[in-house]
């Protein structure tokens, strides 16, 4: 049989391949941008990873002692190998207690600072070690806006030398 | 009447998701282990239909029922994908909505010679709108590829099959009346687009469900 397309049955053809077009469309601008925000998600985690390696390395191998902790409660959660040898410990554990209990209200006196103002600024603390010596420290530290995170950069003020 | 070769390639295409389905199935979590089974449903729907079709029984309410699992199942994948809670409410809603009117047809107006348009055609325009806005959640809290997600597969071959169909249901019944030769012609893209979902649903089979 022959068939007629008439004007309705034309515009039936015609309208569903729009329709499908659009769709498929819709369906290949989701993926383009879907692709372009993972792209630049990856970018980003990449300069953030390169960054993050760049200032590890600074960390682990700076002379001057640094330690990432929570002020309340005094809690450690990293401290490079600089503010271990100073304060004589071998774990962050170790640093936690020796920190958590300082003598004098020292430790006290540093939580209200980061509570009350958000920062201390060359802090003077002073630590009997094990071996009888009292070691006094410049604290500086920095509480993060959202909880009680504090970044401290610690520097050995007495005159004795640690390393080698 | 004499079926066309396309009609036998789209009434094969059913089985290739299944397949697919039930190869990975260890692989599938239990929301996709739904899917399978409802791709192993929609190839035992299509040969029972090629057997009622060759007996000259009707098939409409076949047709509608699986309508309304394919439904059900695809809204209920986007639900458990999305983590929006409106969104979830109104795929809910829509289920809920589709059911009553399906029961609503299966009772009052269910004809079993001629398409049920209504329970056909808010089937496929709910499909639409739902899938539309399933594939918009998913790019939205997207954290990597979005064809690495079975959501966006199972998403684009209803989306694409739906709305490439709805004209063609809707006058599905106007065609009929007009000659079996003019059905079979529209009825061409309703096969095209079939091949072409089923195998967005096979290809869900092979990503991860994150």
Known sequence: ?164 | MKIPYFAYVSGVSFFIPAAVGLYKWKQQNRIMRLFVLFCCFSALHVSVEYIFGRLGKPTQGLSNFHQLLELVVILFLYLKKSKDNRFRSALFASSIVYIIIWLSNKKFFESIDKINVVVQSSGRFLLIFCSILALYDLIKMSVSKITNDPVFWIGAGTIIYAAGTIIVITMGNIILEMGVDYFIFFWHINWGLTIIANLFYARSFLCNWS
């Open chain 1, 1 to 164: 049989m022959q068939l007629v397309l008439n004007d309705t049955l034309t515009v039936i053809v015609l309208a569903s391949i729009i329709i499908v077009l659009l769709v498929v469309s819709y369906v290949g601008i989701l993926v383009t941008s879907n692709k372009r925000i993972f792209y630049e998600q990856q970018k980003k985690i990449d300069e953030i990873t390169k960054s993050e390696k760049r200032y590890k390395a600074l960390f682990e191998t700076s002379l001057a002692g640094m330690m990432k902790f929570s002020f309340a409660p005094f809690i450690v959660f990293e401290a490079n190998r600089a503010i271990l040898d100073m304060f004589n410990v071998i774990t962050d554990y170790d640093l936690q207690r020796v920190l958590s209990d300082l003598p004098n209200g020292q430790t006290d006196a540093i939580e209200s600072a980061l509570k009350n103002k958000g920062v201390i600024e060359a802090f003077e603390i002073e630590f009997p070690t094990t071996t009888g010596i009292k070691r006094r420290f410049l604290i500086s530290a920095k509480k993060e806006e959202t909880e009680n995170l504090a970044h401290a950069v610690v520097v050995l003020m007495t005159a004795e030398k640690l390393f080698g």
